[in-house]
Every structure is written in structure tokens, then in C-alpha cells.
């Protein structure tokens, strides 16, 4: 699959397979983590990966109960340094790839903005003076959507000035 399909396919998936993800198929979706982009090449970032049943289970109520969370085999969280200016950017990007390698492998993902950020970081243990950009679950997929409806290119898109 070349990037072209991965970014057609890719769908957010919200029920998964309750497996693990492989050793090889983790250590790609790290790679494509690493390999992407960052502000001045800072990498000002940091991803937790949550692959324990039982932070998983404690990440759901932070995550306003989306119960996938516990389901997915990894909840991929993205930090950043909010003193670093491009640094959430940054973080959005690196999850974005990840999705997109997901994709290529047949891996589902999801990104899960609906979190309350000063839960999510008690229980993954983040400092004060850190902030999660996004989160996104990721796992072998046990639903197959259909892709959801966009807006037409014109409505999106606009040449040499705004309207
Ligand atoms: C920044 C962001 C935050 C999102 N947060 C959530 C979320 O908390 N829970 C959820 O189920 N989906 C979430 N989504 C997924 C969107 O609902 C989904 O991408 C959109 O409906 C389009 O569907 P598709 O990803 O299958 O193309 C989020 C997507 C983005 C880009």
C-alpha cells in the first residue's frame, strides 16, 4: 500500500481484536513516530505508549468513558512542552503518521481529543509542566466503517484570497 491508499483507507476504528500488537508491528508505528517532522527539528516531544490492561482500564474515565480505550491493544498519548512553541504541532504530526503507517499495515487507529487533560496525565504519571496534545488508540481492527462523508473541495478550499 502506497501512502496514497493508506490515506484513503484509514478509517477510525473503535472496536478491536484483543490482541497485542506485534514486536515488528509496534516497532514501525515507533519508527513512523521518530521519522516525522518537528519545529527547527526540536522534537520537543514525548510519546507515551499505554499497552497495561489496567492503565488502560484507569485512562477510559479520563478519556469522558470512551470504552475503546480499554479495548485497543496501545493508547498512543502525545506530550509536549508548552514552553517549546510548535511543540503540539509537532506532537499532532507524529500521531498523524502513525495513523498513516497504521493504515498501511491494516492497523486501526483512533484520535481521541474528548480526554480532561489533568486526568489523563495523574494516572500516566506526566509532570505539571507538560501538556498532552492528543491521544489516539491503536489495534488490530474488529469493525471495517465505511468512510465517513467530507465536504466537497470547494467548500474547503479557496485560491489567492480567503472567501
Ligand atoms: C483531533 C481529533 C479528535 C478526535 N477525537 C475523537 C474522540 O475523542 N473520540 C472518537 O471516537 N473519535 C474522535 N475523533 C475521530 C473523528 O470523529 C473522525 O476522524 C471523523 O469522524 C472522521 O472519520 P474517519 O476518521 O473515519 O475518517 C477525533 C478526530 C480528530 C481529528
Redo the contacts with the bound molecule.
Keep these: 500500500m502506497d501512502v496514497s491508499a493508506a490515506i484513503e483507507n484509514?478509517?477510525?476504528i473503535?472496536k478491536y481484536q484483543a490482541k497485542p500488537l506485534s514486536e515488528e508491528d509496534m516497532a514501525k508505528l515507533l519508527a513512523a513516530a521518530r521519522l516525522s517532522p518537528s519545529a527547527r527539528n526540536d522534537q520537543a516531544r514525548k510519546l507515551l505508549v499505554v499497552t497495561d490492561e489496567q492503565i488502560k482500564a484507569e485512562l477510559v474515565p479520563a478519556?469522558?468513558n470512551?470504552g475503546?480505550v480499554k479495548e485497543c491493544a496501545a493508547v498512543f498519548i502525545a506530550v509536549h512542552n508548552p514552553e517549546k512553541r510548535w511543540s503540539a504541532e509537532d506532537c499532532?504530526i507524529m500521531l498523524d503518521h502513525v495513523s498513516l503507517q497504521a493504515a498501511e499495515l491494516g492497523i486501526g487507529s483512533?484520535?481521541?481529543?474528548?480526554?480532561e487533560e489533568d486526568k489523563v496525565k495523574a494516572v500516566v504519571g506526566i509532570p505539571a509542566e507538560m501538556r498532552v496534545a492528543?491521544c489516539m488508540t491503536i489495534g488490530y481492527p474488529d469493525e471495517a466503517?465505511a468512510?465517513?462523508p467530507r465536504k466537497d473541495l470547494q467548500e474547503i478550499v479557496c485560491w489567492q484570497k480567503y472567501q
Design positions: 484509514r478509517r477510525s473503535r478519556c469522558k470512551q475503546f499532532v483512533c484520535w481521541i481529543g474528548a480526554f492528543i466503517p468512510a465517513r
